[in-house]
């Protein structure tokens, strides 16, 4: 049958290749006839991926770039993906009118004129009309020029227009501007703004619709102060090849690997920090950047927002206050908006305190040498106030009053700063001052979408040609479709492994290989609803965790798709996944081994002092935080129990058993509806029994249930003198109550394990025991985030 196919389809290409030679041979003469770097006048670029200019060294690609559903831009990128696949733009013609899928194109016309079109209509054009002989050309350098052959000179170039990005030795003059991306996935002008200003100082703006204000350097800094000069008015500034920036306004910096030779670029990101990054084995790593504090960075959360930072976990927070809530919680820029109005009498209205916040700039007054009573007062008198800020300056001696109509740049320092939210009566009854109103960010893809509607031109000879064609060709691509199937199965499995190892870092180990390490599966060192899990040694003799899953996904490619999403999740909270195995119904996952076993394995003995026990429950709640709140993907865990939270040599815990049911149920994490309950009896909040839509706050529940737990050693089901059964939540909140009532640590004291070694710090413990019942509470909506959490313990870490 195939040798027949073969025969018949050599016989049509060759009656067939005469034709289309003949037919096509005059368009090629007209269409994209250029040189790999060069592109002469009267031809185009189409949006094909074969229509690209390669600079002579094969480090730039100039072409048209994919950014969204049927939309493109003109770009300049750096040839290489990077180990995700994704490639590295340098400069875009188009960012924010991109073009469509058919019928755009790039040209260099005859009058000399670099024009994009789409569907015949001009979206971008560079204005160099001329009768000069021109080429345009991709240089080594990653710049692209339009060269008058005649006189060997620049008519126009990209260097002139960056658009988000400095390459090496590019002039960064009084005339260009970098302007940051909205988004990592919307290319199109962002808020932030990198130039010279009129005092000749290389400045970072911010600018929207609202508000415009300078960030860097400090505005409230002269000029020398900031380490710059204005009294050079040629304003021009440069990255050289060695990795060392130089501008007239004195300002300079060498990146921390000065000197190597190594790609580079300079980047003002999306989140309005500069940054020079480092091209090292298809990673870009950061070896500079302008601003350490993002919290300092204006707009980063939008208006009536609270920015925090975390340097441990290096995540970036924005909350909306108390009062108020997000107005778009897949963009953070967007900040909060009030759930009340502000056409209230002044009697309605108090304040609360927010310790060591600042919100920089748009005072509507100031009043000098005040008390804090006649700051409120000059608030309450102003019905567009919307806070106070108040602060005392140790220089002069005197308390100085803001009134604020404006809450914009919020940020928390370690200063005397000292924020009053005005408020209406009832809010400030209902403010806890240890939780912020935490926006819950669900990432957003923001893909741009074009859409064009065409008009439909009369069929031609061409046409009718290619349908022809297409018919015939049709009928031998079938009949080789069968041969090719079989090859290209075996070869798809190499493929995916491959893919997968490059795009999560974990390898893909066979099932002879998993047996091999686990000895045949002997040792078993745990087990759970998600599966069994045995220890194992690896050939490069690292011990590890083998997990073999109860449950079968619904087919490999599920299951290779969810993994690779578990892959990219690390934080030092959280189980390291070192692999995977995938063969037949088996499914197995390889993890880091942890010599402390589990947290179950260490509440019955003597093997946990209370501070031992305090860094575990914050180590277990910054992990929670991490996979509830990280922008990649939104993972709920849905079985926190003492079981899955593994401890190191040294006691540290981590997180284990999490994405297991996004592994389970596909594309339902992300709806709140699961069909089938998940968690473990006893550390199951009420949303599963009663049907209601599953948060991330089923996990605050569960953690709830095991701090308790902890913190009391008991069970979370507690028979009491062998007469009644009741649950641990009741138990606690009856001896807290008790002990509240009587003014008596005897009812504390019962409730902390005995088995905890050492002292313990009653405050500490009074009040961790006030998280805990909070976080199992039986309304959701009364229990905190997990990074509202994290914030609440650390308050009590501080403390202590």
């Known amino acids: ?188 002008s962002g808020f932030y703004k990198l130039y010279f200003g009129n005092d000749n100082v290389i400045r970072l703006l911010y600018s929207n619709n609202e508000v415009t204000s300078v960030y860097w350097p400090q505005p409230w800094l002269l000029s020398s102060q900031a380490g710059r000069s204005p009294y050079n008015n040629s304003r021009n500034a440069f990255l050289d090849l060695k990795g060392c920036f130089q501008s007239t306004d004195y300002f300079k910096f060498t990146t921390i690997d000065h000197g190597v030779s190594l790609q580079r670029r300079l980047t003002l990101d999306v989140d309005g920090n500069i940054r020079v990054y480092s091209l090292n084995e298809k990673r870009w790593s950061v070896s500079w950047q302008a601003i350490s504090k993002p919290c300092s960075i204006h707009g980063i959360c939008g208006p009536n927002s609270l920015c925090t930072y ?22 953070l820029s967007f900040g909060c908006e009030p759930t009340f109005d502000f056409s209230g009498h002044l009697d309605s209205y108090e ?33 567009n106030c919307k806070a106070i800020q108040y602060n005392f300056d140790e220089g002069l001696g005197i308390f100085r ?21 005005k408020l209406p009566k009832i809010y400030v009854l209902s403010y806890n001052q240890y939780v912020a109103n935490k926006s819950e960010l669900n990432c957003s893809s923001s893909i741009i979408q074009l859409k064009r509607t065409y008009e439909q031109k009369s069929a031609n000879g061409s046409i009718k040609f290619m349908l022809w064609f297409s018919i015939i060709l049709g009928v031998i691509v079938g009949t080789s479709f069968v041969f090719f199937y079989f090859i290209t199965k075996q070869r798809s499995g190499l493929t995916t492994q491959a893919y997968l190892e490059v795009a999560t870092g974990f390898k893909r180990f066979t099932y002879a290989e998993i047996v091999k390490a686990s000895n045949k599966f002997r040792e078993e060192i745990g087990r759970g609803g998600g599966g069994v899990v045995y220890k194992g040694i690896l050939p490069d003799n690292r011990v590890v965790a083998i997990k073999r899953l109860h449950q079968a996904i619904q087919g490999e490619a599920e299951f290779l798709a969810e993994i690779s999403t578990i892959g990219r999740i690390n934080h030092r909270n959280l189980i390291e996944t070192y692999g995977y195995c995938v063969e037949g119904k088996n499914m197995i996952l390889v993890y880091e081994y942890m010599e402390n076993g589990s947290l179950a394995g260490k509440l019955g003995g003597n093997h946990l002092d209370w501070r031992n026990m305090f860094e575990i429950v914050i180590g277990i709640a910054r992990g929670l935080a991490y996979l509830h709140e990280e922008c990649l993907e939104w993972v709920l865990h849905c079985d926190v129990k003492p079981q899955n939270i593994l ?44 049907n209601l839509p599953i948060t991330s706050k089923v996990d605050v529940y569960s953690f709830g249930m095991v701090v308790l737990e902890m913190i009391t050693g008991r069970s979370h089901t507690y028979n009491q003198d062998n007469a009644r059964l009741e649950t641990l939540v009741s138990w606690v909140r009856e001896k ?26 009653k405050s500490q413990m009074d009040n961790l025991l006030k998280v805990a019942l909070q976080c199992v509470e039986e309304d959701r909506e009364a229990r905190p985030t997990m990074s509202e959490v994290v914030k609440m313990l650390l308050h009590l870490e501080t403390d202590d």
């Open 1 to 188: 049958m195939f040798i027949h196919s073969y025969y018949i389809m050599h016989l049509l290409l060759v009656f067939l290749l005469p034709l289309i030679t003949l037919h096509y041979s005059t368009q090629v003469a007209n269409a994209s006839s250029f040189s790999p770097s060069v592109l002469t006048q009267g031809s185009s670029l189409f949006v094909k991926k074969n229509d690209h200019l390669v600079s002579p060294n094969r480090v730039f690609t100039a072409g048209f770039h994919k950014i969204g559903q049927n939309a493109y831009c003109f770009a300049i990128w750096f040839s290489k993906p990077m180990y995700d696949g994704k490639l590295t733009l340098v400069w875009m013609a188009n960012r924010d009118t991109p073009v469509n899928g058919q019928r755009s194109r790039f040209s260099l016309s005859k009058t000399g004129n670099l024009e994009l079109t789409d569907v015949g209509k001009g979206i971008w054009m560079s204005n160099t009309q001329t009768t000069s002989r021109l080429q345009l050309q991709l240089l080594d350098s990653g710049n692209l020029v339009l060269t008058q052959l005649e006189k060997k000179s620049y008519l126009w170039q990209s260097f002139s227009f960056p658009t988000d990005t400095l390459l090496p030795n590019q002039p960064f003059t009084k005339d260009t501007v970098l302007v940051s991306s909205r988004s990592s996935t919307n290319l199109s």
């Open 310 to 331: 975390d340097f441990d976990t290096r995540i970036r927070s924005c909350s909306c206050m108390h009062g108020y809530k997000s107005k778009n919680h897949s963009d």
């Open 351 to 383: 304040f609360i305190k927010l310790p060591h916040v600042t919100f920089y700039g748009f005072d509507s007054s100031y009043i000098s040498n005040s008390t804090l009573k006649e700051c409120k007062n000059a608030c309450l008198s102003n019905s």
């Open 401 to 421: 009053c803001y009134v604020k109509t404006f809450l914009f740049n919020g940020e928390y320092k370690s200063t005397s700063f000292n924020t009053y939210l």
């Open 647 to 690: 401890l190191d040599a040294n006691y540290n815990p981590k997180v284990a058993d999490f994405g297991l049911s996004k592994l389970f149920h596909q594309g339902e994490a992300g709806n709140s509806i699961f069909s089938k309950i998940r968690g473990t009896r006893g550390y199951m909040a009420p949303e599963w029994v009663f």
């Open 736 to 761: 807290v109550h008790e002990a509240s009532e009587s003014m008596r640590e005897t009812q504390m004291t019962e409730i902390l394990n005995p088995m905890i070694m050492g002292e313990y710090e």
